[in-house]
């Protein structure tokens, strides 16, 4: 069965400093994966995704996230947090050739402190 | 494009009261999913359709809630009668169906139940 893990309910980084958010899954084939952000009372926005290729995919507002399938990760990552950063973030995934339901983490929320 | 749309954006009832939440996906994508988010559960998926028809109910909670997809345009979520453990922000999404898309959420219903 397929299923995602985030293991940080929160996270608090430095405005300025380099933010990691962390994601762990496992499928039974080929995943994909994604990323989305919630704002306060917002629905779940879209980040990024990966499908195939480079291991390293870009995303909205800066945001980048690593694929590594021996490690079955695929961390979210930006160089420099913005206070605008802050809010609750979850991977997802998806196996490759069942187009079934995407499975969420139970999220990880951002706390950037000015 | 006006993205996912859901009415009404809140609803407040009093327990026992018939509750149907709206969604419009957006044009062309022939997958929708129903979810459920509260601070205690986190984000829950109730039920998808792929090209109308029904996929996945088993995160349907009970007997009280039912959704229906009359056309490529127009989904509901029912709960009948309503209880005050159903209060939470109901959540529509959808997506082309082949799973490497993501999906694209509306802005959410939330609901109180009294």
């Known amino acids: 069965a397929q299923s995602v893990a985030q293991p940080e309910d929160q996270v608090n980084v430095a405005e300025g400093n380099p933010l990691t958010v962390k994601c762990t899954y496992s499928v039974s084939g080929n995943p994909y994966l994604f990323w989305y952000v919630q704002y306060p009372n917002r629905g779940l926005q879209f980040l990024l995704k990966y499908i195939t290729g480079d291991n390293l995919v870009k995303g909205s507002y800066g945001f980048e996230a690593e694929f590594n399938k021996s490690q079955t990760s695929f961390h979210l990552k930006k160089p420099s947090a913005l206070v605008s950063d802050s809010a609750l973030y979850f991977c997802a995934v998806r196996e490759v050739h069942r187009d079934d339901k995407i499975i969420f983490g139970k999220g990880t929320r951002l706390h950037i402190l000015p | 494009d006006a993205g996912v749309i859901q009415s009404p954006r809140h609803e407040v009832t009093e327990m026992g009261q018939e509750v149907t939440l709206r969604c419009k996906p957006i044009s062309g994508h022939n997958s929708l999913f129903w979810y459920r988010q509260t601070m205690m559960r986190g984000l829950e998926l109730l039920i998808y359709?792929?090209?109308?028809?029904?996929?996945?109910d088993s995160g349907m909670p009970e007997d009280r809630f039912s959704a229906k997809m009359p056309n490529a345009s127009f989904s509901t979520l029912k709960i009948q009668p309503s209880e005050p453990r159903d209060s939470a922000v109901y959540f529509c999404?959808?997506?082309?169906?082949?799973?490497?898309?993501?999906?694209?959420f509306g802005p959410g219903t939330r609901l109180t139940v009294t």
């Open positions: 359709f792929n090209n109308n028809v029904p996929i996945d």
């Open positions: 999404a959808s997506s082309p169906v082949h799973s490497s898309y993501e999906q694209y």
